[in-house]
């Protein structure tokens, strides 16, 4: 070590140079030499120190560089991954089940209310029904007076009222064109419309018809209105997926051939 003199000011002195350390010459040499053979790791692992001190942490550099597992580690995820996915399997089918019940619960309930709604219209119609035929058959002997009397607007008007009176009386709907609109939970309902028979459409079967036949059509095929008559029809509705519906000419009108077609009518006069 060379002396220096304590007089003169510090940059006329010499200053004396401590002996480095062997093991952190060592330290710090390891540390560069990770950061340029691969910087990720060298920062990681010169990084990383126990907390609240300044010890370097022991890192394995195998966990840091090296993705491969020994075989008894796979062998311990493996085992977890299938327990797990057990887990998992059982869960879904336990959720599954729950919401299966739940449905069938809610239809159960569905069915029941629709019961209970029909019960009750049934005996709302029935106490209605005395009324409504009174009412109707005044306003028909008025239409007959305004009608002899040659006043044909008053007739007509209440011609019209009438026709909502049979609406609410009967249930008469008007011609929906078709019956698609209905589905099975309608089978075998016998359902009343209002339609003027009609040349103009296309039908398929014969005495009962495919769901997406023109009811006006079907009507005057089946023999219960004439083209261009109005007149109250009833149809029944039933299933037709195991059906083969066959063409015929009836009144001038020829209905077509066709395979299965979920749902079917018939029609009929009243």
């Known amino acids: 070590m060379i002396a220096s003199s304590d007089a003169g000011p510090p940059w006329g002195r010499v200053l004396p140079i401590a002996p480095i350390n062997p093991m952190f010459a060592m330290n710090l040499l390891q540390g560069l030499a990770r950061l340029f053979v691969n910087p990720i790791a060298g920062i990681a692992a010169t990084a990383s120190t126990t907390p609240g001190t300044n010890t370097p942490m022991q890192l394995d550099d195998d966990l840091l560089l090296c993705d491969d597992l020994p075989a008894e580690a796979k062998q311990v995820l493996d085992a977890a991954d299938r327990a797990i996915a057990d887990v998992r399997s059982r869960t879904d089918r336990a959720i599954a089940a729950l919401r299966e019940e ?3 619960r809610a239809e159960e309930i569905k069915r029941a209310a629709e019961v209970e709604v029909e019960a009750v219209q049934a005996a709302a119609a029935k106490e209605l029904s005395p009324l409504l035929r009174d009412l109707f058959h005044q306003l028909k002997a008025m239409q007959a007076e305004f009608m002899k009397d040659g006043k044909l607007d008053e007739a007509l008007a209440v011609r019209n009222r009438l026709r909502g009176l049979r609406s609410d009386l009967f ?9 698609t609109e209905y589905s099975s939970a309608d089978f075998n309902k016998a359902l009343i419309f209002e339609v003027v028979g009609s040349a103009d459409g296309n039908i398929w079967g014969t005495d009962l018809y495919t769901g997406d036949s023109r009811l006006a059509v079907a009507a005057v095929h089946a023999g219960a209105v004439r083209v261009g008559e109005r007149a109250l029809v009833r149809v029944t509705l039933s299933g037709g997926s195991e059906r083969v519906f066959e063409g015929s000419e009836r ?4 209905s077509l051939d066709y395979g299965n077609y979920s749902l079917a009518f018939a029609v009929e006069r009243i």
Do not use: C
């Not at 249930?171 to 019956?179: E, H, Q, W």
């Not at 009144?251 to 020829?254: K, N, V």
């Open 102 to 104: 739940a449905d069938r």
């Open 171 to 179: 249930g008469v709907k008007p011609d929906p064109g078709n019956l």
């Open 251 to 254: 009144y001038g009108i020829r």
